[in-house]
């Protein structure tokens, strides 16, 4: 029940296309879903992040989906660049469990230039 | 920029000997946490903390302990260094608050044994 599912795996996109990245959860006392950003060679960071009580939430070419019904929620990525290029790990977290936050497996994009 | 910092940022030691990797947060944060991680890979919790004289193990198990005497302080100790402990390991804190929990992550700390 605490599990948080990634797919795909691995993404390769042509530059100036859309990413998604998909992400499921079971624990509905989750009411924190962040998307960290990893370069290779550095700690994981905040990109954007979600509460369970809107749908949608966008931050400059970044966009949360968020369906509360179905426990799901992607990354989007509009026009795709080659400095996107990184890991991508969702998560969730939540009181229940003390705030540790379950992170998905990562998704690792690749922008072609 | 994060105010978390880890030391060293690489090492390389030989089987057996005892190590110490340092985490120092400046954030005042009640909560932080080790994960392992190799280069692109999941990332493993391996111990948490909510706070002073606070530890827990995290999902993976691992043969590392860790201790937090200061808030600011959480240092992971390896007594004896195996080449299956090679790996990533990376240090976050988080405020810990309902509906805003973000991690901030140090640089991570890369651990070669020999």
């Known amino acids: 029940q605490q599990q948080v599912k990634q797919s795909p795996q691995s993404l390769i996109v042509q530059k100036g296309g859309i990413s998604i990245i998909n992400c499921a959860y079971e624990?509905?006392?989750?009411?924190?879903f962040p998307w960290y950003q990893q370069f290779p060679g550095k700690g994981p960071a905040l990109l954007i992040a979600i509460r369970p009580d809107v749908s949608e939430k966008k931050e400059g070419r970044f966009t949360i989906s968020f369906n509360k019904s179905a426990k799901q929620f992607s990354l989007h990525i509009m026009d795709s660049q080659p400095g996107d290029s990184a890991t991508y790990f969702c998560a969730a977290s939540g009181h229940t469990g003390g705030f540790k936050t379950i992170f998905g497996a990562g998704t690792r994009l690749f922008v072609k230039a | 920029e994060a105010d978390i910092y880890q030391t060293p940022r690489y090492l390389v030691i030989g089987t057996g000997k005892k190590i110490t990797l340092e985490c120092s947060q400046t954030m005042g944060h009640d909560k932080m946490y080790w994960y392992q991680q190799d280069p692109g890979m999941e990332l493993h919790l391996i111990h948490y903390?909510?706070?002073?004289?606070?530890?827990e193990k995290g999902d993976l198990s691992s043969e590392s302990t860790v201790s937090r005497i200061r808030t600011e302080h959480f240092p992971l100790t390896l007594e004896s260094a195996r080449p299956s402990h090679t790996s990533q390991y990376l240090c976050a804190s988080s405020p810990g608050l309902a509906g805003v929990n973000e991690q901030f992550f140090g640089p991570g700390t890369r651990l070669t044994v020999l």
């Open positions: 624990n509905t006392a989750f009411d924190y």
């Open positions: 903390s909510y706070g002073v004289n606070s530890t």
